[in-house]
């Protein structure tokens, strides 16, 4: 925004520095050429006043004399010719021969009675020449010329000392515009700046970050004054939901729990009775309504608020839940083994990695048969901590895989019982500790490699 600012505040002053320079700089050489041709217009014409009677008496001695004068006082070459166009004298040889120079334009135009001034090429010099000319003449009679020439290098000179002044001044008003517009852009962006690090307070969780009202143009006290009601709705709306989660958390398992241990109670009065079957049946249930409702209040539970991230060994975890699983996995004739060397420190919340694992063993052994390997290993992948959890069953196709993490989302072939929810619950367990949660096919092999990647530490 900052860099945008400036650049168009850049382009709009260069727009205008070259619209106003360009036509500038024109005029000034074009003045510069008419000041210098004119001078020397007026020189060549006093001259042609002074020389006039010597030239009328062909009194070469003192035509050289004023004109030689002339010549040395101003720097230029200066000729004087007859009525012929044959030269008299001429400053860049004084003591040469007559020469014809009734073929130069200026000089016929002058022996015709004009006064010409201007720049041409000079054929015989090979250079650009600066010419002012004007008649002899007295009493309607022209007797002579008298031709003052320069270099145009000189003017050429005078014209870039004249651009490069133009140049000079566009670029310290270009500098002028950075600096000042440099500080005028970041004052305009200081209040949005600062908008953005409050949303990015707000999305990383903190609730309370407010915008305060800056003092910049009207259209950013109103934004910050709708981020400011969407914050507070926000705020209210996620402190309305906990505060639910936590009510209806409260009001359900208490419940649940009496009846689980009502319907307990009753076992033994029922030991030698039918409907014992049922009554196991219906303790399931019990557990298993538990289990979903424990799972749905994890999930309502807004994730940016989430508890604190502590650094834990990775291994350790994992040690402990596969000698946990372990009873069941022998009871299923599975053979569950942990690769797991040394310390494998992450960043996760408490108790989060082993629940993920509970879910992914939970899931592996489901669908393990007897006699297949559950392994669980753990590795370092760059910024990561992977643990991986492998099974032989049958594995999930592409669309499965892209369905599994879905709230409800189950298999065709599931065990009744399963609620769909564990992985849902493992997405947001892993989210909140900062990591990620994925399932895909094991590579050359049946199998399912559930994955989780903690930020090392
Ligand atoms: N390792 C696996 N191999 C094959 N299918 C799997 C595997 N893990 C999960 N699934 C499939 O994904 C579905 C969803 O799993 P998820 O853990 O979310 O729910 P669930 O196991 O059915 O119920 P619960 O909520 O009790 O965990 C399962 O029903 C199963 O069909
Ligand atoms: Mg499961």
Redesign the pocket.
Known sequence: MTRRLLLSYFLLTGFVLLVLEIPLGFSLTHNAEHNLLSGVGHDATVLATLVEDTVEQRQASAIAGSAGDYARRVGGRVIVVDSDGTTLFDSDHPSGPPEDFSNRPEIRQALAGASPAGVRYSATLGYDLAYASAPVASGGHVHGAVRITYSAAALARQEHGVWLILVGVGSVVLAAVFLVGWKLARSTTRPLRFLEGVAGRLAAGDLSARAGVPKGPPELRSLSGAFNQMASRLEELVTSQSEFAAHASHELRSPLTALRLRLENLEPALARRRGRDDLEAAIGETQRLA?IVD?LLLLARPGGSGPARESLDVNAAVRERVAAWTALAEEREVDLAASTPGVQLAEAVPGHVEQILD?YL???L??SHPGAIVTVQTERQGPWVEVHVL?E????SGEELAR?FERF???GG?RDG???????IVRQLAGLSGGEAQ?RPRVGRRG?D?VVRLRAC
């Open positions: 289990h799972g879910n939970a899931n592996a489901e669908v099974d069953g049958p594995g999930l599994v989302w189950r298999g599931s399963g609620s769909g929810l564990g992985l849902s399932l399912v559930a």
